[in-house]
Structure formats: structure tokens, C-alpha cells
């Protein structure tokens, strides 16, 4: 413990760290910094220091403090404001460096160090309503309760959220499920805010280099006018296509997107990147590879490929045998997906995709369904009798209710596809229509949408892949051929044949079979 | 037992059979078809496949209830379907937390997890008993309510646990879920009202 690194670390560009000290959110602000990248000022306390949290709380947050006002002196001094205090207040966010968010953690607290002088600061600089909706926002979030009206406190009370959030028993559960290290701890980053809802020339947004759900080589992604990033992420309030960006301001967006690309080739990967427009000036808050669908895993990992940006051997590592097999089960392809008319989003509590004519009347629904017809109940809400309803329903909506209401309850029990909390006269606009109800993504979309399934012989990506596949994969597979027959593709089967001295198989899933050579010649 | 008590259980089933119906007030069938034989012949139930309540019948059980209000102390039950929301929105987490496990389906093989979301019942079935005393204390017959909790936690402390959440039984989500609608009925407040405030979800 003699040799520690410093406890706060400046995010600057040369914050020469790995992403286990710096956290990964710290991590790729750093990054963008070095790159020249707009970034608001940062700086880091480690997750060294988090886990240290974790162990003495007080004394860990007693021994750093010095520190962390150092941090704030050199964000004031970036920025030209003052933290706590007026005529140009500077506030910050806090944030967690965890790389995923998981439940039970702080992972966010916008607007921190405002009190009543600091709001008058505000409105002065501002207007009026924009120093009341940037206090509310503080006020309302989890940090913000009850917070000191002490900029300094406020700052000390969220750093030890986020860091105490990391042991709380949810999280560690959502770790141990999810089969995530659970040592060490989180950093957490403090940065200048920047305000998407100063004026109408602000906003916030999430852009994409490519599209994570198709995985089209487009832009993709959200935009909020007059939002702050808690906005686009809480899907409470409904959000503008990336496009709407390009028609307001398209100087600003042609930098968004320029910036998207430059930091997809600096990741190899495509990006997911939260930002901020600040009266006509692009902020960028942070960048992470992007969650996307199995289709989009395999068709980005053949554009990267076919882009130079990763070679033979990591092509195939971005696929995930898990990818493959959701790939041959029939669902609903992304492409489908949205070409079809949405017409009611909600919490999905019960996954699966299914069609029907939508009732909403219990006994029109149980009367639709002995004629046979596919049957999805509607309600404003769900009382008890409506279970004859559900029961003959293949698919249940609501327009009230969240996640754990009655109708999830009922609809998890009896394995009914479920989407609730659809919003007021849903069950007006869907009454008699054929829709689909998709209770992977909370959705229900016009008319009927068929599911399909990829294949290995007939899909082109599969097969590209499987030709990559060929060429760097100790254990060629052969959909046929006068070769050995490798009767399973599990990683023992594979290890067998290797273990044999095979070097060609046929298979009937060769691509499964060769995903899983790799695997095993590589030891993970 | 009464044409509201008959009529009130149908109409919170649905639709329910005549074993089920003497089952879940807790009466002699004998007694219970005789009921039912009169208040069908009255036109008040249905007896089709299954026994529900028709349009008159509505009409019949909201006056019924209407009636059965006017010697509530409103306030004293507003008081105790206060107390239940909270114990409500705990219950509900607990069988959602029974059900699904990190988002994903609960496959209940980790003993020490479920066996903590059955701790919670047990909390839960301690908090909802004085509320039912003082429901029943203004409408006696919500008695029958408590029993029905006890029998279904009996039930999922013998190994059952079908009788936390399985619909159409009178397991404790069905039961509570009914508890819920009578207690809205009661307090004369309305489904509809009650999920608008994000109440009654």
C-alpha cells in the first residue's frame, strides 16, 4: 500500500491509467481529451480509492478530501466559474465509472451545487426558469433529497452514494448473476455541467456511429430539445430521432457525427455516445461500445472487418456463440421490426412476441377467442375478473400500471406476452385492430409480424462469417464433405476432435462448431 | 350468507363454478346453490358454463354495495386503505421479485433466494392483518379475507408455492388482488381513479 497512486486524478488527456483505476466512464472521457474531442473538464477519484470506501468510509473520504478540492480548483479554473457561488457558478455532475449500470447503483447525479444564491447566479446568467428547472432537476434526483444547502456537502454526500452504491446488496447480486468481478469498486467522475436546457439553440442526446438494433452502417440515435441527458435515458419523455439534430442545427451535427466515427475507429467498435449542445456548442459526456442486437453483433463485426478496423481473428471474437444460436431461434428481425407502424410503447413485463385482434371488453375477447380468433386484451387497468380475459389472450396491454401491477403479476404467471403502462386511450386506439405485441421491447406495433430465424446455410453474414471462420479456426467445419462428422458442437465435442488430431469436421452447425474451436484453443 | 355476498364473490371471479364459489366464501355448497338458484331465476346471475353476473346483476350488487357503504365510517376505512397501499406495494415487489430474478425468469433454484422472498411474505401477512381487522370492523364479511390469506400462506409454507401467485386458485396474489378491489369499493373510490393516482396498479 506504500506505493498508492494519487486518489484524484485530473482527466486531462494524460491521465496515463487503465480503465481498473481511472473506471471506465473516466476512462473514455480521458480518451476523447487526448483526441482532441470536446469534452467539459473532469477529474476522477479511483476506484482504489472506492474500494478503500467501502472498507473505512469516513476516514477514506476525510484522507481524500484535500484532493477533491484541488479537483474542483482545477475545473473552476477551466471554466471560469466558481463552485457554490456566483456571479458564474460552476456546477457538476457526479457520476459512477462502473462500465455497465446495474441496479442498485447511483450511476448519475446531474446539477450538483446549487442552493438559493447559486439559482439567483443562475438566473442572472440564464433566465429565470432555467435556474428553476436546473435546481428541481438536482432536487429530484436520488442525491438531491433532502440535500445541504452546502455546495461542498452536496459534492461529499454524492461521491459517497456513488461509492457506497457499489456494495449495496442489489448490485452485488446483479454482479453475481450477471458473473461480473465483483472485486475492487467503482471510481466516480466529477464533471462540469453543461446545460441542454439553458435555451432552444440546447439539448442532449445519445448517438450511435452505426445502427446497434439492424446494424446498418447509419447514424443512429436521439435527440431532446432543451433536455438534460436523465431525460433521454429515462424514457419518460418522448424523444426526437438523431435526424431532428441535423435539421436544427447542422453544423453541429455533421461535428456530432464526425466525432462518432472518429471515436469508432480509435475504439475498433462501434459507439454509444451521450452529449450535451450547450446554446449551439457540442459537448461530448462519454462513449462506451454500444449494447446491440445478435443481428447487429454479427453484421457490425463483418463491416469492422470489412472497414480493416479488426482483423480475422477479432471479427469472430465479437460474435458470441450465444448470438449465433438466439439468431437460429424465430424472432423478430430488427429491420422488420421497425418498418412496422408503432402504436403504443410501455414497460415490457411479459417477453415474447406475439399477434392478435386487440379487445378491449372481457367477454367480447373471451367470445373472439372460442370463435378462434388470436385474441390481445387491452385495459385502462386490470381488476380480478379480468383473468377469464387474460386466459384466452395470447398477448395482454395496459394503459396503467408499471412493472410489478397486477396485470404483470397475473400475465408473468400464466406466460402471457405482456406490455403495461401504454398511457391513456391506448385501449381506445388500439380497439379492433390486428397488432403485434412485442414484450422483449415493450412495443405494440401495427398489423402482423412475422418472426423468422437465420440460417447457416442460407443467411449471407453466416456464411461470410463461417468462410472467415475457416480461415483462422484450428477446426475447420463442413456443412458436408469427405470428412469426420462431428455429431455436437459443445465445447467437450469440439475439444475431442481437436484432441484427436482433426483438423476438418462436418457439422451440422459448422460456425457453432468452429465459435467454439476458437474458444477453447484461446482457454476462455 | 347474503345476495351480496354471492354476488360479489362471481363478480370478482369472473366467472366461477359453483364448488369454487362455496369454496371461496367459505359456505356449505347446499346453501350456496340455493342462492345461486334464486338469484338466477331472478335474472341477477348467468349459469352457463360457468356461473357470472349479468347486466341487471351489476346493477343489483352496485346498489347492494351502495347501500352496505352508508354504515362505513369512511374515514376509519380510509384510514386502513391507506395502511394497505404501502403494505401493497411492497407485497407486489415481492412476487415480482418471486417471479423474476435479475430481469430474467426466476428458475428457483437458489434456495437461499427464495427462502428470503418468503420472509418477506411473512412480514407482509403480519402488516395486512390489523388492516383487515379494521376493515372488517366496518365491513364484517372482509373478515373472510384474512382467512383466505392464512389458508394460502398455510398452503406455501407446506412446500406449495403455487399458492403465492397462481391465478384462478385462491393463492395469495388472488386473494390479495381481490382484498385490493374490495377495499377501492369500500373507500368508494373507483379502479379507474385509483391507477390514474398509480394506486391500484
Same mark, same amino acid.
Request: charged share 25%; with cysteine.
Given at each position: 500500500?506504500?506505493?498508492?497512486?494519487?486518489?484524484?486524478?485530473?482527466?486531462?488527456?494524460?491521465?496515463?491509467?487503465?480503465?481498473?483505476?481511472?473506471?471506465?466512464?473516466?476512462?473514455?472521457?480521458?480518451?476523447?481529451?487526448?483526441?482532441?474531442?470536446?469534452? +467539459? /473538464?473532469?477529474?476522477?477519484?479511483?476506484?482504489?480509492?472506492?474500494?478503500?470506501?467501502?472498507?473505512?468510509?469516513?476516514?477514506?473520504?476525510?484522507?481524500?478530501?484535500?484532493?477533491?478540492?484541488?479537483?474542483?480548483?482545477?475545473?473552476?479554473?477551466?471554466?471560469?466559474?466558481?463552485?457554490?457561488?456566483?456571479?458564474?457558478?460552476?456546477?457538476?455532475?457526479?457520476?459512477?465509472?462502473?462500465?455497465?449500470?446495474?441496479? %442498485?447503483?447511483?450511476?448519475?447525479?446531474?446539477?450538483?451545487?446549487?442552493?438559493?444564491?447559486?439559482?439567483?447566479?443562475?438566473?442572472?446568467?440564464?433566465?429565470?426558469?432555467?435556474?428553476?428547472?436546473?435546481?428541481?432537476?438536482?432536487?429530484?434526483?436520488?442525491?438531491?433529497?433532502?440535500?445541504?444547502?452546502?455546495?461542498?456537502?452536496?459534492?461529499?454526500?454524492? $461521491?459517497?452514494?456513488?461509492?457506497?452504491?457499489? %456494495?449495496?446488496?442489489?448490485?452485488?447480486? *446483479?454482479?453475481?448473476?450477471?458473473?461480473?468481478?465483483?472485486?475492487?469498486?467503482?471510481?466516480?467522475?466529477?464533471?462540469?455541467?453543461?446545460? %441542454?436546457?439553458?435555451?432552444?439553440?440546447?439539448?442532449?442526446?445519445?448517438?450511435?456511429? @452505426?445502427?446497434?438494433?439492424?446494424?446498418?452502417?447509419?447514424?443512429?440515435?436521439?435527440?431532446?430539445?432543451?433536455?438534460?441527458?436523465?431525460?433521454?435515458?429515462?424514457?419518460?419523455?418522448?424523444?426526437?430521432?438523431?435526424?431532428?439534430?441535423?435539421?436544427?442545427?447542422?453544423?453541429?451535427?455533421?461535428?456530432?457525427?464526425?466525432?462518432?466515427?472518429?471515436?469508432?475507429?480509435?475504439?475498433?467498435?462501434?459507439?454509444?455516445?451521450?452529449?450535451?449542445?450547450?446554446?449551439?456548442?457540442?459537448?461530448?459526456?462519454?462513449? @462506451?461500445?454500444?449494447?446491440?442486437?445478435?443481428?447487429?453483433?454479427?453484421?457490425?463485426?463483418?463491416?469492422?472487418?470489412?472497414?480493416?478496423? $479488426?482483423?480475422?481473428?477479432?471479427?469472430?471474437?465479437?460474435?458470441? /456463440?450465444?448470438?449465433?444460436?438466439?439468431?437460429?431461434? +424465430?424472432?423478430?428481425?430488427?429491420?422488420?421490426?421497425?418498418?412496422?407502424?408503432?402504436?403504443?410503447?410501455?414497460?415490457?413485463?411479459?417477453?415474447?412476441?406475439?399477434?392478435?385482434?386487440? *379487445?378491449?371488453? !372481457?367477454?367480447?375477447?373471451?367470445?373472439?377467442?372460442?370463435? %378462434?380468433?388470436?385474441? &390481445?386484451?387491452?385495459?385502462?387497468?386490470?381488476?380480478?375478473?379480468? &383473468?377469464?380475459?387474460?386466459? !384466452?389472450?395470447?398477448?395482454? =396491454?395496459?394503459?396503467?400500471?408499471?412493472?410489478?401491477?397486477?396485470?404483470?403479476?397475473?400475465?408473468?404467471?400464466?406466460?402471457?406476452?405482456?406490455?403495461?403502462?401504454?398511457?391513456?386511450?391506448?385501449?381506445?386506439?388500439?380497439?379492433?385492430?390486428?397488432?403485434?405485441?412485442?414484450?422483449?421491447?415493450?412495443?405494440?406495433?401495427?398489423?402482423?409480424?412475422?418472426?423468422?430465424?437465420?440460417?447457416?446455410?442460407?443467411? /449471407?453474414?453466416?456464411?461470410?462469417?463461417?468462410? &472467415?471462420?475457416?480461415?483462422?479456426?484450428?477446426?475447420?467445419?463442413?456443412?458436408?464433405?469427405?470428412?469426420?462428422?462431428?455429431?455436437?458442437?459443445?465445447?467437450?465435442?469440439?475439444?475431442?476432435?481437436?484432441?484427436?488430431?482433426?483438423?476438418?469436421?462436418?457439422?451440422?452447425?459448422?460456425?457453432?462448431?468452429?465459435?467454439?474451436?476458437? @474458444? =477453447?484453443?484461446?482457454?476462455? | 350468507?347474503?345476495?351480496?355476498?354471492?354476488?360479489?364473490?362471481?363478480?370478482?371471479?369472473?366467472?366461477?363454478?359453483?364448488?369454487?364459489?362455496?369454496?371461496?366464501?367459505?359456505?356449505?355448497?347446499?346453501?350456496?346453490?340455493?342462492?345461486?338458484?334464486?338469484?338466477?331465476?331472478?335474472?341477477?346471475?348467468?349459469?352457463?358454463?360457468?356461473?357470472?353476473?349479468?347486466?341487471?346483476?351489476?346493477?343489483?350488487?352496485?346498489?347492494?354495495?351502495?347501500?352496505?357503504?352508508?354504515?362505513?365510517?369512511?374515514?376509519?376505512?380510509?384510514?386502513?386503505?391507506?395502511?394497505?397501499?404501502?403494505?401493497?406495494?411492497?407485497?407486489?415487489?415481492?412476487?415480482?421479485?418471486?417471479?423474476?430474478?435479475?430481469?430474467?425468469?426466476?428458475?428457483? #433454484?437458489?434456495?437461499?433466494?427464495?427462502?428470503?422472498?418468503?420472509?418477506?411474505?411473512?412480514?407482509?401477512?403480519?402488516?395486512?392483518?390489523?388492516?383487515?381487522?379494521?376493515?372488517?370492523?366496518?365491513?364484517?364479511?372482509?373478515?373472510?379475507?384474512?382467512?383466505?390469506?392464512?389458508a394460502a400462506l398455510d398452503n406455501v409454507h407446506r412446500?406449495d408455492a403455487a399458492w403465492l401467485s397462481r391465478?384462478?386458485i385462491d393463492s395469495y396474489h388472488t386473494v390479495?388482488?381481490?382484498?385490493?378491489?374490495?377495499?377501492?369499493?369500500?373507500?368508494?373510490?373507483?379502479?379507474?381513479?385509483?391507477?390514474?393516482?398509480? #394506486?391500484?396498479?
Amino acid at each position: 500500500m506504500s506505493t498508492r497512486n494519487p486518489p484524484v486524478l485530473l482527466l486531462d488527456g494524460d491521465a496515463s491509467y487503465p480503465p481498473e483505476i481511472l473506471g471506465h466512464k473516466g476512462h473514455g472521457i480521458d480518451m476523447m481529451r487526448r483526441n482532441g474531442l470536446p469534452v +467539459p /473538464p473532469a477529474f476522477c477519484i479511483t476506484a482504489e480509492v472506492g474500494a478503500r470506501y467501502l472498507a473505512e468510509p469516513a476516514a477514506t473520504i476525510d484522507e481524500i478530501w484535500d484532493d477533491v478540492l484541488d479537483g474542483v480548483r482545477r475545473l473552476e479554473a477551466a471554466t471560469s466559474r466558481t463552485f457554490g457561488q456566483g456571479p458564474h457558478p460552476l456546477l457538476v455532475s457526479v457520476r459512477s465509472g462502473a462500465a455497465v449500470s446495474m441496479p %442498485g447503483m447511483m450511476d448519475t447525479v446531474l446539477d450538483l451545487g446549487v442552493n438559493d444564491a447559486v439559482e439567483e447566479a443562475l438566473a442572472a446568467e440564464g433566465t429565470v426558469e432555467f435556474a428553476h428547472d436546473t435546481r428541481r432537476r438536482f432536487a429530484a434526483s436520488p442525491a438531491g433529497r433532502d440535500a445541504p444547502a452546502d455546495p461542498y456537502l452536496q459534492l461529499r454526500s454524492a $461521491i459517497e452514494a456513488v461509492f457506497a452504491s457499489w %456494495g449495496s446488496p442489489r448490485a452485488a447480486a *446483479y454482479r453475481a448473476h450477471h458473473g461480473l468481478d465483483d472485486r475492487g469498486a467503482t471510481a466516480a467522475v466529477v464533471q462540469a455541467m453543461v446545460f %441542454g436546457n439553458i435555451n432552444t439553440n440546447s439539448g442532449a442526446g445519445v448517438v450511435f456511429s @452505426r445502427n446497434p438494433m439492424t446494424g446498418a452502417n447509419e447514424e443512429f440515435g436521439e435527440w431532446l430539445p432543451g433536455g438534460q441527458g436523465d431525460d433521454v435515458v429515462s424514457g419518460t419523455v418522448d424523444v426526437k430521432p438523431i435526424t431532428a439534430l441535423r435539421d436544427q442545427q447542422p453544423a453541429v451535427y455533421d461535428e456530432l457525427i464526425a466525432a462518432a466515427r472518429s471515436l469508432e475507429r480509435l475504439a475498433s467498435d462501434v459507439q454509444e455516445i451521450e452529449f450535451t449542445v450547450q446554446d449551439g456548442t457540442l459537448w461530448l459526456l462519454q462513449t @462506451r461500445p454500444a449494447k446491440r442486437s445478435a443481428q447487429a453483433a454479427v453484421r457490425l463485426a463483418l463491416q469492422l472487418h470489412h472497414d480493416g478496423l $479488426i482483423d480475422d481473428a477479432e471479427t469472430l471474437r465479437r460474435v458470441r /456463440p450465444a448470438h449465433v444460436e438466439a439468431l437460429l431461434q +424465430p424472432s423478430l428481425q430488427p429491420e422488420n421490426r421497425l418498418a412496422a407502424n408503432l402504436l403504443a410503447k410501455g414497460l415490457p413485463a411479459g417477453p415474447g412476441v406475439v399477434t392478435g385482434q386487440a *379487445y378491449t371488453e !372481457v367477454d367480447a375477447a373471451i367470445d373472439a377467442a372460442d370463435r %378462434g380468433e388470436d385474441v &390481445i386484451l387491452v385495459r385502462n387497468h386490470t381488476s380480478p375478473d379480468d &383473468i377469464h380475459g387474460m386466459l !384466452v389472450a395470447r398477448g395482454v =396491454v395496459t394503459e396503467t400500471g408499471g412493472a410489478t401491477s397486477h396485470a404483470a403479476v397475473v400475465s408473468r404467471e400464466l406466460g402471457r406476452v405482456a406490455v403495461v403502462g401504454c398511457g391513456r386511450g391506448v385501449a381506445e386506439l388500439l380497439a379492433g385492430k390486428l397488432v403485434t405485441v412485442d414484450g422483449n421491447e415493450g412495443e405494440v406495433r401495427g398489423g402482423r409480424l412475422q418472426l423468422t430465424a437465420w440460417s447457416e446455410d442460407s443467411t /449471407p453474414e453466416l456464411r461470410e462469417l463461417a468462410d &472467415i471462420a475457416r480461415r483462422v479456426s484450428p477446426l475447420r467445419g463442413h456443412a458436408s464433405g469427405n470428412y469426420p462428422v462431428l455429431r455436437s458442437h459443445s465445447d467437450a465435442a469440439v475439444r475431442a476432435a481437436m484432441t484427436s488430431g482433426q483438423t476438418d469436421v462436418v457439422s451440422d452447425s459448422p460456425l457453432l462448431a468452429m465459435l467454439a474451436a476458437m @474458444r =477453447v484453443s484461446e482457454g476462455t | 350468507m347474503s345476495e351480496l355476498a354471492v354476488l360479489h364473490a362471481v363478480r370478482l371471479k369472473g366467472r366461477v363454478s359453483l364448488a369454487d364459489l362455496a369454496a371461496t366464501l367459505g359456505e356449505d355448497a347446499d346453501d350456496v346453490a340455493g342462492v345461486v338458484d334464486r338469484l338466477t331465476e331472478s335474472g341477477l346471475l348467468i349459469d352457463g358454463k360457468a356461473l357470472r353476473v349479468s347486466a341487471e346483476g351489476r346493477v343489483r350488487l352496485d346498489a347492494l354495495l351502495a347501500a352496505e357503504r352508508k354504515h362505513i365510517d369512511t374515514a376509519a376505512l380510509a384510514a386502513a386503505y391507506a395502511e394497505f397501499r404501502a403494505v401493497n406495494a411492497d407485497f407486489k415487489a415481492l412476487v415480482t421479485d418471486w417471479q423474476l430474478k435479475d430481469g430474467q425468469p426466476n428458475t428457483h #433454484d437458489e434456495t437461499a433466494y427464495d427462502a428470503a422472498i418468503l420472509a418477506r411474505l411473512d412480514d407482509v401477512h403480519q402488516r395486512v392483518a390489523p388492516i383487515v381487522s379494521a376493515a372488517a370492523a366496518q365491513v364484517p364479511r372482509l373478515s373472510r379475507y384474512f382467512a383466505k390469506l392464512q389458508a394460502a400462506l398455510d398452503n406455501v409454507h407446506r412446500g406449495d408455492a403455487a399458492w403465492l401467485s397462481r391465478p384462478i386458485i385462491d393463492s395469495y396474489h388472488t386473494v390479495w388482488f381481490e382484498l385490493h378491489e374490495e377495499l377501492i369499493v369500500a373507500a368508494d373510490l373507483t379502479r379507474e381513479s385509483e391507477a390514474k393516482s398509480g #394506486d391500484a396498479q
